[in-house]
């Protein structure tokens, strides 16, 4: 083959591959939008998708399912939760049997969401919800307390900031 | 005897256990009831194996060895880890899944042999036993019915080593239950063992309780620092604060136990007292740095004559460094350790004798005489070795003034406090006949017979010497014994007025060893010894006085002569954890590291150096003691010549490597009974094992279980003739003071003499003293009103 | 068939008059103490040895071989204790003897005690036992009085007293180690072996421990000789027996019987068939610790090696009668109760897995089974059995073992059909 026949050839495959290119593109410019529009719009969760925050859970009358026994914190890999156990007033209990968590903290800039420490609850007080609007404007706000971690988390996109991309 | 285990052949000692020679082989095979140190008991069924040629299984744990024998385990055996599965599921079929809130959750015999060899899930559909729960046995320790295997390891405990039968098992089939005699409470001063013992959480230690989970803790091995037994420990941390103390298994030393003192005092170092900074007084005492202070102290020392008294609860290096300081910066002699006349001219020989006695020798004993010691208050794991001794069969004889908890293994010889010396003496060559048998029986004995001097001999100038001869006479042993923890440290270093490093004396070839390795010194042969360091301070003989961890106020037996020194000595120098009672005092302060805060050794009675490891930094500013006597060198323009503990090390070593030891000779003038005044009666005294030192700081649950309020021990003759009745009041003259104490009129304290608590919460003893520990006394009965104030009515002692 | 034998034990019963000294003199009695003290104590041992006889508590062994196995240079007293902790289930025939023949017991024992060359004896009489105690009381008494017990015994050289101990009311100590333990102070639980009691047993001294029945076999071996003995019974199990019935049969009691007789003798001649002409169901050879054996059973000989080779064990001789309107389940739980209770708590097997299997047992029975219980329960008798610290779980396991082998077909009823098929009405009793 001489070198014209070999350019001839050269040019016709790289216009053929300039045009599948452009053609991709034509394609790909007219197809429906995928892109989230989070946090204006916000997409449907797989109802049991557990993938974010925490939540500590009450048995239905009342009492806290905690009892304090710090197994969350010793299974955590990263050191993000802190407990602090108590005798229950028998008067008042705060949760069944002898004991509860009087503290319970979790620092979001440390938990790494693997989910470890709601395998190790011996009582089904830590789960995950599928709350993931973690995002923090000082080091104490990324710390949950234990009265936080009570309350279901607010709906998605109420957060302040969220809506504004913040 | 030689038997296979799976398989793999073992040669071991008859009499041995299959359950011991498969430890040997490193097999593993589960048990609860087991204990080395507790007779068989074969109460759990854990631990089956089979024995090959046996019908049935086998309970390791209770078949000794035999030979040729073949013995299958869950291992090799399908039927043995059937066996043992189903027993853990009848084990379990009661025992609560609380086991995320136990204490033991974690660190669970039962929890991991359940995991290890039990069945994955429970077929018991039935409700769970039930028990009120927690039920306090003693403020120091709680049984949680429910999670109880009765395995028996704390009544067979009380049983067999304590000898204090406080737990028994009551009712029986599976209402049998551990429990205490109504009204009673578990005054044991070695209740913390059954807990350490339970493989399960029922015996629980209340000041531990909920503290902490096992995966939280941080823990670091240590000795203790309260008594010369030198127990081994583990020191558990709970985000820096010491929250429990453990026992760690030393079979020469402590067994696998610990006395409540040791287990529960364990709060000084956490002490709100705690002073970790540096203080100077410039108008109060105020924080400066350790330049500025040390400075200071520098200049004190230049220009003026020294006094150095320290306690007995350094470590070897401290005191060795302060030895050293003391003699080639302070240039003086007068440095002491003591608090009486310690084992008089036979120190030299004690603290270069190394380990005449240890444990083990104590455990194989055949005779053992007691002398000047109340074991079980004042060094309790020997008291317990002691028991060990009696139960293998020893005889033991206890010479001692006021009965001790021996008395269910032994035989007193009452005496006089005093008389101790007078007693071993011998008279025209026969030994007098009190003390006769004991005599003979020690020269049958040879080696194996002991003779221990405790710190009440300690009182009498030659009664230390008097038990030493009297064990050479019959070929036996002679350990000396005193109570505070490194007592036997500071005397090897030469924290001493008249023996430097290692018993050698200030003279002759002896200082010339010494000066071989310090340099020169301009030292006088002889210093003052404690008394005479507190009497020239009290007459502005010393301008600078240094209280090394010592508190003059509470250690010493002549409480206004302390005060005098303290208030006359121009300069006071205080390096401890805390400045308490000396805070008026101090002029300089320099804060120390609690034992757990440093590395270094320890030496119990026996003469044993034990190594402590460093459990957590020191806190605040505070630093080991030998490495504030190099700086202090340093700021008085000398040089220790040590910058690091290896350094001190290889000096010291070179000083108190092993060498031959002299008795000094001294002029002996004989020991006679201790006079009395007619109508007087002797007061003698020593601390208890629960009370009011700095150590037992922040100890509430132990002290609400163990500490005696103050009180007066009087014979019941004697209480007679002065008309005093058990429970009333009494007061006590001695030619120091007086005190009104409840009396406890009882025959544990022998006939003639009176005993009083040393330091309990709201009495001190030393302000009846004068120098010694027992001093003659009056009593009087004191006329109060019935019902007003009631006392406790003790019906005796310690006992 | 009916039995004709001349009885031994029992032969004095209808005399009231031997319960006092001069009536048992009048008929012979402490002749053979008088015949003993003029032997070796190792030719009584021989003699004993000779008859053959085998220890009446349950575990048959050889008496002679037992006292032989004595040591007697330890330096160490010897102790001869009489069980009379008579507390199986079924059982009363020791009391019965007692009762009526309470010096044959005293003579006995001091035979033993000249065998082994004890000085005191002990007799550990049952808590419950009050009038037992009383009657043995007034015998010791009489027995001092007329110089058979005290300081030189039958106008003899030899010393012996002979002290009644009164249990607490506890099944454990008739284990002869928990005995041993009653006896000194401590707790009734059993004791590790070795050593054996003969070796080191009360106050860690020799001991010999026979039960009531045994010892009063003794006096007429010494007499008669063992070629007397040996004349009833069989060759492994030679002599008579006093067998216990009870339960569902027409008159129950204390029947002596030649060892070896069939149950059929004993059921339908001597103790008048089942209760109201119905049929045999279930019985134990000897109390409730023995394995039940059913009505193909009912022609094994009532001796050591027929009951053994049958399943079962002979036991203390304690025939209960369980007929076809009995509830197997009913039985079981109950007897399983009653060792839930008695367990001493000692070790695992025991104190949980009868409490355990006490619970299934009256669920099962109250028709709250489910189907998985069968196997738990075949299981809980399987691992009960031969792994405790002493007998007396192997006695539960037993139950549950031998009625879930021979009546699982009544066990499953019960769990389909949610209730009894027999309809009897289960009593739950709070242990």
């Given at each position: 083959m001489t070198d014209e026949q070999r350019r001839e050839r050269n040019f016709l495959a790289d216009t053929g591959a300039v045009l599948k290119g452009m053609a991709t593109v034509f394609k790909q410019t007219f197809r429906p939008d995928d892109t989230e529009e989070y946090p204006k719009v916000i997409a449907e969760i797989p109802e049991?998708?557990?993938?974010?925050r925490h939540r500590l859970n009450r048995h239905d009358?009342?009492?806290?399912?905690?009892?304090?026994?710090?197994l969350c914190a010793f299974a955590c890999p990263a050191d993000a939760i802190w407990v602090e156990g108590e005798d229950n007033?028998?008067?008042?209990?705060?949760?069944?049997?002898?004991r509860y968590a009087k503290d319970y903290q979790i620092n979001y800039l440390r938990?790494?969401?693997?989910?470890l420490c709601v395998e190790a609850c011996p009582t089904r007080a830590l789960t995950l919800t599928s709350?993931?609007?973690?995002?923090?404007?000082s080091r104490e706000d990324a710390i949950l307390t234990k009265e936080q971690l009570l309350e279901p988390p607010p709906e998605?996109?109420?957060?302040?900031g969220a809506k504004e991309g913040l | 005897m030689t038997l296979a285990i799976d398989g793999k052949e073992v040669t071991v000692p008859a009499g041995t256990l299959i359950i011991r020679a498969a430890e040997q082989l490193g097999i593993e095979i589960p048990r609860f009831?087991?204990?080395?140190?507790?007779?068989?008991?074969?109460?759990?069924?854990?631990?089956y194996v089979r024995i090959e040629g046996q019908p049935k299984l086998a309970t390791s744990c209770t078949v000794p060895v035999a030979a040729g024998m073949s013995v299958q385990t869950q291992a090799s055996d399908d039927e043995v880890a059937d066996a043992q599965r189903a027993n853990l599921e009848f084990l379990l079929l009661?025992?609560?899944?609380d086991c995320p809130i136990?204490?033991?959750?974690?660190?669970c015999p039962l929890q991991d042999q359940a995991l290890a060899y039990?069945?994955?899930?429970?077929r018991f559909r039935e409700a769970k036993r039930v028990f009120k729960k927690?039920?306090?046995?003693?403020p120091l320790v709680a049984l949680d019915?429910?999670?109880?295997?009765?395995?028996a390891r704390c009544t067979r405990f009380c049983d067999e080593?304590?000898?204090?039968?406080f737990l028994e098992l009551y009712a029986?089939?599976?209402?049998e239950r551990v429990a205490i005699a109504?009204?009673?409470?578990?005054?044991?001063?070695?209740?913390g063992n059954t807990v350490q013992i339970?493989?399960?959480?029922?015996l629980t230690s209340v000041p531990y309780r909920?503290?902490?989970?096992?995966?939280?803790l941080t823990y670091g091995d240590s000795v203790c620092?309260?008594?010369?037994?030198g127990c081994n420990l583990r020191v558990d941390l709970r985000r820096g604060d010491v929250v429990r103390h453990l026992a760690r298994d030393e079979y020469e030393v402590n067994d696998a136990w610990l006395c409540d003192k040791g287990r529960y005092a364990f709060r000084f170092p956490d002490s709100?007292?705690?002073?970790?900074t540096p203080l100077i007084r410039d108008h109060g005492l105020e924080p400066a740095s350790f330049g500025e202070v040390l400075t200071s102290i520098a200049g004190w020392v230049d220009r003026g004559r020294v006094g150095v008294l320290t306690g007995g609860r350094l470590m070897d290096e401290d005191y060795y460094a302060l030895s050293k300081l003391a003699r080639t910066?302070?240039?003086?002699?007068?440095?002491?350790?003591?608090?009486?006349?310690?084992?008089?001219?036979v120190e030299g020989a004690i603290a270069g004798g190394?380990?005449?006695?240890t444990y083990r020798n104590v455990e194989e004993a055949k005779v053992i005489l007691v002398a000047g010691l109340d074991a079980e208050q004042e060094v309790p794991i020997l008291h317990l070795r002691l028991r060990k001794a009696a139960e293998r069969g020893a005889r033991i004889v206890v010479l001692h003034p006021r009965r001790t908890r021996l008395w269910d293994v032994a035989e007193h010889i009452p005496c006089r406090p005093g008389d101790e010396a007078w007693l071993l003496e011998k008279e025209e060559g026969r030994h007098r006949p009190e003390i006769e048998s004991v005599a003979t029986a020690m020269r049958e004995a040879g080696d194996a017979g002991i003779v221990i001097a405790g710190p009440r001999l300690a009182d009498h100038p030659q009664a230390v010497d008097r038990a030493r001869t009297f064990a050479s006479d019959a070929g036996g042993r002679f350990a000396y014994v005193t109570r505070r923890a490194n007592d036997r440290g500071a005397l090897v270093a030469g924290?001493?007025?008249?023996?430097?490093?290692?018993?050698?004396?200030?003279?002759?070839e002896d200082r010339a060893e010494v000066e071989s390795v310090w340099g020169p010194l301009d030292i006088p042969d002889r210093g003052r010894d404690w008394r005479g360091i507190l009497e020239a301070a009290a007459n502005r003989e010393i301008d600078v006085l240094f209280l090394i961890g010592v508190d003059p106020l509470r250690d010493y037996p002549d409480a206004a002569l302390a005060r005098r020194a303290l208030e006359n000595v121009p300069r006071k120098v205080v390096q401890s954890l805390e400045l308490a009672s000396l805070a008026r005092y101090a002029d300089a302060f320099l804060p120390a590291a609690a034992f757990l805060e440093k590395e270094g050794h320890v030496t119990t009675w026996e003469g044993r150096g034990q190594r402590l490891q460093r459990?957590?930094?020191?806190?605040?500013m505070s630093r080991p003691d030998w490495e504030i006597f190099a700086s202090l060198a340093l700021a008085c323009g000398?040089?220790?010549?040590?910058?690091?503990l290896d350094e001190l090390h290889e000096e010291m070593g070179t000083l108190l490597a092993p060498r031959a030891t002299r008795h000094l000779a001294v002029a002996d003038t004989g020991a006679a009974p201790t006079p009395v005044e007619d109508g007087e009666l002797l007061l003698f005294t020593y601390p208890l094992l629960?009370?009011?030192?700095?150590?037992?700081?922040?100890?509430d649950e132990l002290k609400a279980a163990l500490a005696d309020p103050p009180f007066v021990e009087i014979h019941p003759n004697n209480a007679g003739t002065a008309g005093v009745a058990d429970g009333s009041d009494v007061r006590v003259t001695t030619a120091a003071g007086e005190a009104t104490l409840p009396a406890?009129?009882?025959?544990h304290v022998s006939e003639g003499s009176l005993f009083v608590p040393f330091d309990q919460a709201g009495f001190a003893?030393?302000?009846?003293?004068?120098?010694?520990f027992s001093i003659a006394a009056t009593i009087d009965p004191v006329d109060a009103p019935?019902?007003?104030?009631p006392v406790e009515v003790g019906a005796g002692g310690a006992a | 068939m009916s039995v004709t034998f001349e009885r031994r034990l029992?032969?004095?019963?209808?005399?009231?008059?031997?319960?006092?000294i001069d009536g048992y003199r009048a008929k012979g009695g402490y002749e053979a103490l008088k015949n003993a003290l003029t032997k070796e104590p190792a030719a009584i041992i021989d003699t004993v040895k000779a008859s053959g006889l085998r220890g009446r508590?349950?575990?048959?062994?050889?008496a002679g071989v037992k006292w032989s196995?004595?040591?007697?240079?330890?330096g160490k007293p010897t102790y001869v204790v009489v069980?009379?902790?008579?507390?199986?289930?079924?059982?009363c025939n020791n009391r019965e003897l007692v009762d009526r023949d309470p010096h044959r017991l005293l003579e006995g024992t001091a035979i033993a005690a000249l065998a082994i060359g004890c000085r005191t004896a002990f007799i550990y009489v049952r808590g419950e036992y009050l009038a037992q105690s009383l009657v043995l009381g007034t015998a010791i008494g009489e027995a001092y009085e007329a110089g058979f017990?005290?300081?030189?015994?039958a106008g003899s050289d030899v010393d012996l007293d002979i002290v009644l101990h009164r249990g607490?009311?506890?099944?454990?100590?008739?284990?002869e180690t928990a005995l041993l333990n009653s006896l000194e102070g401590f707790r009734g639980q059993p004791r590790l072996r070795p050593p054996f009691p003969a070796v080191e047993?009360?106050?860690a001294s020799p001991t010999v421990i026979n039960n009531v029945e045994t010892l009063m076999s003794v006096p007429d071996i010494v007499l008669r000789g063992p070629e007397w003995f040996r004349e009833?019974?069989?060759?492994?199990?030679p002599g008579t027996k006093l067998f216990t019935i009870s339960g569902k049969v027409e008159r129950p009691g204390n029947y002596e019987l030649p060892?070896?007789?069939?149950l059929r003798v004993l059921l339908?001649?001597?103790?008048?068939?089942?209760l109201g002409g119905r049929s045999l169901k279930a019985w134990t050879p000897?109390?409730?610790s023995t394995p039940l054996l059913t009505a193909?059973?009912?022609?094994?000989?009532?001796?050591y090696e027929s009951v053994a080779a049958a399943g079962s064990l002979l036991g203390t001789g304690a025939v209960m009668v369980l007929d076809d309107t009995d509830c197997v389940v009913d039985a079981a739980q109950r007897m399983t109760r009653f060792y839930a209770n008695e367990s001493?708590?000692?070790?695992?097997p025991c104190r949980e897995g009868t409490w355990w299997a006490e619970r299934v047992l009256g669920r099962i029975a109250e028709g709250?089974?489910?189907?998985?219980d069968l196997p738990v329960m075949r299981d809980m008798g399987k691992h009960i059995m031969f792994r405790a610290f002493c007998a007396l779980a192997d006695g539960a396991a037993a139950v549950i073992d031998s009625s879930l082998k021979h009546f699982s077909e009544e066990f499953e009823e019960h769990v389909q059909l949610g209730r009894c098929p027999l309809q009897v009405e289960h009593e739950e009793v709070a242990v």
């Open positions: 049991r998708a557990h993938t974010g009358n009342g009492l806290e399912k905690c009892i304090g026994c710090e007033d028998p008067e008042h209990p705060t949760s069944p049997g002898e938990c790494i969401m693997c989910g709350y993931f609007e973690m995002a923090y404007t998605l996109g109420t957060t302040p | 009831c087991d204990h080395p140190l507790l007779r068989p008991a074969g109460a759990c069924r854990q631990c009661n025992h609560p899944l136990c204490d033991r959750g974690g660190e039990g069945p994955g899930d429970s927690p039920i306090p046995l003693s019915r429910e999670r109880c295997v009765l395995c080593i304590s000898g204090d039968r029986r089939g599976a209402g109504a009204g009673e409470d578990f005054r044991s001063p070695f209740s339970c493989p399960v959480g029922a909920f503290a902490a989970r096992p995966f939280d620092p309260h008594c010369s037994a709100s007292e705690r002073v970790t910066v302070f240039r003086t002699n007068d440095l002491d350790h003591r608090r009486d006349h310690g084992a008089g001219f190394g380990m005449p006695v924290v001493h007025p008249w023996l430097l490093p290692n018993g050698r004396s200030s003279i002759d459990v957590r930094d020191p806190l605040g000398g040089d220790l010549g040590f910058e690091t629960v009370n009011d030192g700095r150590l037992s700081e922040g100890a406890r009129v009882t025959e003893a030393n302000t009846l003293l004068q120098g010694r019935a019902d007003e104030d | 029992t032969r004095d019963w209808d005399d009231p008059g031997v319960i006092a508590g349950g575990a048959g062994f050889p196995f004595v040591p007697t240079t330890t069980n009379f902790d008579e507390s199986e289930p079924g059982t017990l005290g300081t030189g015994i607490a009311g506890a099944y454990i100590c008739g284990e047993g009360l106050y009833l019974g069989t060759e492994k199990s060892l070896g007789t069939p339908e001649d001597v103790a008048g068939g089942v000897g109390g409730s193909d059973h009912i022609d094994t000989p009532l001796d001493c708590g000692k070790c695992t709250y089974g489910h189907p998985e």
